[in-house]
Structures are given as C-alpha cells and as structure tokens.
C-alpha cells in the first residue's frame, strides 16, 4: 500500500522569504505526485501534479515541486512567499495505471509573517 | 470555483441523529469522492462512485453509505451519529477516476451536539 508522509506539520515564514514543503512517499510501483492547497474555510485546490516527463513542475503561482524518485520525494518549493500563501498544503499519490484512491499526507501549514 | 457543489455547507445536529450530506460533481465528471477531514485523523478517503456504481472503498464505517445517482450527483449518508462524527466532508469530482486530479467542493461542515 502507498503511504506519504509530511514531515512538518507546520512551517512558519517570513515574507519574501523562500520555503521548501516536504513530501515523502512509500510505494513499491510507480506513483503519480500531487501537491493541494487549502485556503481557510474552502475544499482542496491542485496545486500541481507529477505524471511523466520532466521531473521539474511548476505552479502558476510561482511554486515548483521536483519529484525525485531515489529518495521518494517530492517537496514543494518557492523562492519568495507572500502572505497570500498562507494555507495548509497536502501531498498525495496515486498508482500509476491503477484505479486508485488518492492518499493524502497529513498536511503542513505554512504561516507566512509579514 | 471548482465546479464541484456541496450542499448544505454547515450541519448540526445530535447524537443518533440521521443526515444527508449533497454533491453535484462538475460537469461532464462520472467519478465522485467522498472524504472526511477531521483534526485527529486528517483527510481521509471513504468512497468511490463511477457512473453511478461504487469503485473502491476506504474508511467508510457501516453507519455511512453513500450513492450516486443516474444525473451524476451523489448523496453520502449518515446515520446514528457520534460526537466523533464531526468534521468536515469533501466531495471531490474527477472525468474518470484513472489517477486523474481531483475537483474539491468547499465542504460540509458537520458538527454533532
């Protein structure tokens, strides 16, 4: 079975500063990546997603997330926050040419200070 | 706007209690997802409907159900409710379910009394 793990629950930062939000996941077969946003008081939104192709993907909100597939991760990054960033952040995976459910880690809050 | 609509988006109600949570999906999407977001336990999946049947299962307890219905919407039933029921409840939307991303409604926030 998949498994992922965050392995912040919360991440407090200043802004413009940058910040990496990290993602690690079990799977004994190749996985899909995502990562999701959630503002306060609203559902899930994606944020981006790994399938194939280039290891590098970008948001259009300025976050990349590198999938890495020796160490099983798959961090969320941004050079410069703003406090608009401020929402709680999930990672999942799915297995590849599977009809699975999406597996979600626990979340990771990132505070944004102005 | 994802497109996905959940309705009501705040519940209460008390212990042994009955309640139907609603979810149109966007449009043209046959899969719907339910989940549970809750402090303790995080977000965690309970069902999959595709099309009107159900496809893969998770920590759904006997005490919910859940269907969906020949316009595609779905209804996600909760009977003799617990304190621990209390949470936020997602349905999430995709074209047709193959590891695609999913569309998030806003939520149903379900608070037991």
């Known amino acids: 079975a998949q498994s992922v793990t965050q392995l912040d629950s919360q991440v407090p930062v200043f802004e413009e500063a940058p910040v990496e939000l990290r993602c690690n996941y079990s799977?004994?077969?190749?996985?899909?990546l995502f990562w999701y946003v959630q503002y306060p008081n609203q559902g899930l939104q994606l944020l981006l997603k790994?399938?194939?192709?280039?290891?590098l993907v970008e948001s259009i909100n300025g976050f990349e997330a590198e999938f890495n597939k020796s160490q099983t991760s798959f961090h969320l990054r941004k050079p410069s926050v703003h406090i608009s960033d401020t929402a709680e952040y999930f990672c999942?995976?799915?297995?590849?040419?599977?009809?699975?459910?999406?597996?979600f880690g626990k979340g990771t809050r990132l505070s944004v200070i102005a | 706007d994802s497109g996905v609509t959940q309705t009501p988006k705040h519940l209460i109600t008390a212990t042994g209690q009955r309640v139907t949570l609603r979810c149109s999906p966007r449009?043209?999407?046959?899969?719907v997802y339910w989940y549970q977001q809750s402090l303790d336990q995080g977000l965690q999946f309970l069902i999959q409907?595709?099309?009107?049947?159900?496809?893969a299962k998770g920590n759904i307890l006997e005490r919910f159900s859940a269907q969906q219905f020949p316009d595609l919407h779905s209804e996600l039933n909760l009977s003799s409710l617990e304190l621990g029921d209390s949470a936020l409840y997602f349905c999430?939307?995709?074209?047709?379910?193959?590891?695609?991303?999913?569309?998030f409604g806003d939520g149903t926030r379900l608070s037991i009394l």
């Open positions: 999942a995976v799915s297995v590849l040419n599977v009809n699975t459910p999406l597996v």
């Open positions: 409907y595709y099309n009107g049947e159900e496809r």
């Open positions: 449009s043209g999407d046959l899969s």
């Open positions: 799977s004994s077969v190749s996985v899909y």
């Open positions: 790994y399938l194939s192709g280039s290891t």
């Open positions: 999430a939307s995709s074209p047709s379910g193959d590891n695609q991303p999913q569309h």
